[in-house]
Nanobody
Framework: QVQLVESGGGLVQAGGSLRLSCAASGSTSSINTMGWHRQAPGKQRELVATISNGGSTNYADSVKGRFTISRDNAKNTVALQMNSLKPEDTAVYYC???????????????WGQGTQVTVSS
């Protein structure tokens, strides 16, 4: 099992920046991919960014060039630096992690409790 705790959300004006952090605990040695999703009111949860344990990253088109995901494997943390924020970035942001259980076997996705990000216009 993996437990995830996010921090760093808040209220910011459009054009501003926020940094989200997520700390993992539990069976962290087998974590493969970590990332962030978000869910705005009335919308489905969507991918924001992911990062593998080797450092390969993937971003949603809507955040490319503005958001940067990073990871510290020694501390079992993942961060999301969000710059040039827009009102449409307003959402609850969820940290997630997947464990590698075998050569081709992966765990279900673990989720944090979420942190609110609100961008005012």
């Amino acid at each position: 099992q993996v437990q995830l705790v996010e921090s760093g959300g808040g209220l910011v004006q459009a054009g501003g920046s926020l940094r989200l952090s997520c700390a993992a605990s539990g069976s962290t040695s087998s974590i493969n991919t970590m990332g962030w999703h978000r869910q705005a009111p009335g919308k489905q949860r969507e991918l924001v960014a992911t990062i593998s344990n080797g450092g390969s990253t993937n971003y949603a088109d809507s955040v490319k060039g503005r958001f940067t995901i990073s990871r510290d494997n020694a501390k079992n943390t993942v961060a999301l630096q969000m710059n040039s924020l827009k009102p449409e970035d307003t959402a609850v942001y969820y940290c997630n992690a997947i464990r590698k259980l075998g050569s081709i076997s992966y765990s279900p996705v673990y989720w944090g409790q979420g942190t609110q990000v609100t961008v005012s216009s």
